[in-house]
């Protein structure tokens, strides 16, 4: 089973910035739309973010959408989550994974990265 690992977060002031990163060992993630997740205590675990395997083309959940920017670089196989103008209620833990249709995701989760952005 292929390991996820997601890294960058922290505790960040409103209106500041993160950069994660996901990377994965036994499986190469420029072979799949990679999606970036998260989820807050007591709420289910929702998409955030996901790029396409093919063209990179990109989709983001209406609440980040203008403010986050999901990208890849093919050569290190990393796939990256850049968060700008962030919110309290985007405080949660962020996870990387394979997105499946309609719910769900291929591999098992990684431990994720907390993001914490204080009210």
């Known amino acids: 089973q292929p390991r996820l690992v997601e890294s960058g977060g922290g505790l960040v002031q409103p209106g500041g910035s993160l950069r994660l990163s996901c990377k994965a060992s036994?499986?190469?993630?420029?072979?799949?739309?990679i999606g970036w997740f998260r989820q807050a205590p007591g709420k289910e675990r929702e998409g955030v973010s996901c790029i396409s395997s093919d063209d990179d083309t990109t989709f983001y959940e209406d609440s980040v959408k203008g403010r986050f920017t999901i990208s890849r670089d093919r050569a290190s196989d990393t796939v990256y989550l850049q968060m700008n103008a962030l919110e309290p209620e985007d405080s949660a833990v962020y996870y990387c994974?394979?997105?499946?249709?309609?719910?769900?995701?291929?591999?098992?989760w990684g431990q994720g990265t907390q993001v914490t952005v204080p009210s």
């Open positions: 036994g499986v190469g993630l420029r072979s799949y739309a």
């Open positions: 994974n394979v997105p499946l249709e309609p719910v769900g995701a291929l591999y098992d």
